[in-house]
């Protein structure tokens, strides 16, 4: 896994943590963010909604192809299924 490079505000309800479970905490979330954020399960969450065709895609290439696209078109939407 590479070496995370984002910001987290961590908000802890307990005062009284050790320094090493804080560093513990963050790194977990690290960990989850990164699996969450990968290409392969960002498609699995989402669909593509394309209003000028008016038609609901699920294929991964097509998934894909969206999101790496630099120039967007308009009227094509990226849906969670969440």
Known sequence: MKVPNRDLL????QELMSPQ????EV????ELLY?????DNVVKAHELI??????ISQKAADLKKAIRS???RPFI????KN
């Open 10 to 13: 961590v908000m802890f309800k």
């Open 70 to 72: 630099v120039n967007q």
């Open 27 to 30: 790194s977990f979330l690290h």
């Open 50 to 55: 394309n209003m000028q065709t008016y038609k």
């Open 35 to 39: 699996e969450v954020e990968r290409l």
């Open 21 to 24: 479970s804080m560093e513990a």
């Open 77 to 80: 939407f990226l849906n969670n």
